[in-house]
Structures are given as structure tokens and as C-alpha cells.
């Protein structure tokens, strides 16, 4: 797909999406509301996972120690695959493209699409439970918080999670089968 023609799927993606980013991102200018979901959004920075996985190591065995390698190199898959699409589809984050969205959060880098919070929550949830199961209880709520706040805060649209999400699944299911 040529680079106008990936702007043309966008700036029609963005259209159709636009009032659900407004909706959120308007619910996310509630002092509580924006507290909750900036709080939740910092901790998916990496400070939930890194824990996570210490926690895993240091505490489960061989089993936790296992889990913990397995997630620290998904990670580094992760990183890798969407630095590649985020600068080769180069799709503008929500606040930049629209003036009603307000940023609720410092961006991480510049482009939105895919959401790497997402996908790495995603992945690191799949692959903690495969491991430990009684672990859903936490990691279940934390990611769907995580997906919803790059809404709220105005840096994602609705694809970018979706796309995160499937591509973070994606990528974990196919770290057991190699």
C-alpha cells in the first residue's frame, strides 16, 4: 500500500472514530477520571510490567523465572514491530489531529498506530497467564484499563487499541509455537 493510500485508510478511520475519541476524551477532563486513567496509563509505561516480571522471578521458581524470560523477549519483539509500523504508517495521534481532543498525557513517541501500550499489555498478560491463571483477576482489569485510557488521554483512537491488541496477541501465541 503506497504512503497516500495509507493516509487515505487513516484520515477515513479517523472520521468514522472522531465522535467516540471526542466522548471519552471529554469524560477524561473530569479531575477523577483523568487521575485514574493517567495513573493507570504511567504504570503501563513499563513500571506494572518490569514489577510483574520481578515479582514473577523472584518469587515462583523456576516456573516464575521461566514466565519472566518468556516476557522479557516478546518485549524486545514488540518494541521492534511497532517502531517499525508507527514510522512506516505514520498515523498523527488524536490530539495533534483534531483541536476538540485534548491530551490528557506526555506521548511516548509521535505517532499513534498501533498502540504499543496495548500490545504490550496484551502480550505480557497472555503469556503471564499461560503461566499462572490465578493471576486474571489483576491482569484481566489492568489491560482493559490500559487500552481504554490511550482513549481517554487522546493519544489513540479506537484502531490503534484494536490493532495493539490483536497484534500483541498475536505475537504472544506465536512465542510458543517457536
Known sequence: MSAAQVRMVFYHLD??????CQTLNHAGRRRWVHEVFATVSRLGDGMFWYLLILFLAATQGRVGRTAAG????????????YTFIKHRLARER???SHT???RGAPAMDRFSFPSGHTLHAVAFSVIGL???PDLAWILVPFVALTAL??????????SDVVAGALLGLALAYLSFHI
Open 15 to 20: 472520521r468514522m472514530e472522531l465522535r467516540l
Open 100 to 102: 476538540g481532543i485534548a
Open 130 to 132: 499461560s503461566y499462572f
Open 70 to 81: 518468556h516476557m522479557g523477549l516478546v518485549a524486545a519483539a514488540n518494541v521492534v514491530l
Open 149 to 158: 485510557s490511550r482513549i481517554v488521554l487522546g493519544l489513540h483512537y479506537p
Open 94 to 96: 488524536p490530539f495533534v
